[in-house]
């Protein structure tokens, strides 16, 4: 019941979130500037000149790539002049920023991709023949199975609960920016961080869904001990 309830939260913050998109994706600023024009005019205020501003195929396929120092904007929020391209762009920049400033969080992140990316691709699986090992064959062997599964399971929601301050940090340097520097008004300002926001519980809502999916996972596992 309480991963079906994180779903129907989970649907419901995507749902306002693609509506919120769309709706600020009809104001055109009044600066006139494009995604790809306010991020790189981001990255020059903050003295960073080694990441470049590149479009990148699909929808909310926004994201910087820390490796290859890439601020990697979709079609839409590269080419587009309104609200929410501006916070997107804004957003994806204050990941390069924290980068340049070594951010702890973003740097704690960065190390466990390696790990977590293999961990997540397998953890389900390991889980799922444990489980079987313990119904089909051996009870010590499948608990030893399932135990393995849930430690890389619980690599990822740890993951999860690290990337929310790297999001909600770049979020607040990108508003903060937008801001000061005057480069939308007061009501695109209002916009941008309403769109931000939204994206943020999107963060929120999948590390909550993930450590229930985990605790889920850890009763079965201490049923199976009992």
Not at 110 to 133: D, H, R, T, Y
Not at 145 to 154: A, C, E, N, R, T
Not at 188 to 205: C, G, I, M, N, P
Request: proline share 2%; no cysteine.
């Amino acid at each position: 019941m309480l991963i079906g309830l994180i779903m129907l939260v989970s649907w419901y913050v995507s749902n306002k979130l693609k509506k919120k998109f769309k709706k600020y994706a009809q104001v055109q600023l009044s600066n006139g500037m494009s995604g790809a024009e306010i991020a790189q005019k981001m990255l020059d205020d903050h003295g960073i000149t080694d990441v470049d501003v590149i479009s990148t195929q699909g929808q909310l396929t926004d994201h910087y790539h820390p490796g290859k120092k890439t601020v990697n904007l979709s079609e839409s929020v590269y080419n587009q002049r309104n609200a929410a391209s501006a916070a997107v762009a804004a957003h994806e920049v204050g990941h390069a920023v924290q980068h340049a400033k070594a951010y702890s969080w973003l740097e704690m992140r960065s190390k466990l991709v390696p790990a977590v990316s293999v961990a997540s691709n397998m953890s389900q699986w390991v889980i799922m023949g444990g489980i079987l090992l313990m119904v089909m064959f051996s009870a010590q062997v499948g608990q030893l199975v399932l135990l393995i599964g849930i430690i890389m399971f619980g690599m990822g929601t740890l993951f999860s609960f690290i990337t929310l301050p790297v999001e909600y940090d770049a979020s607040n340097r990108a508003l903060a920016w937008l801001k000061t520097n005057n480069i939308v008004t007061p009501d695109e300002f209002d916009q941008s961080e309403d769109a931000l926001k939204w994206a943020a519980r999107t963060y929120v809502v999948a590390a909550i869904g993930s450590l229930a999916t985990l605790l889920y996972f850890v009763s079965i596992f201490l049923g199976a001990d009992d």
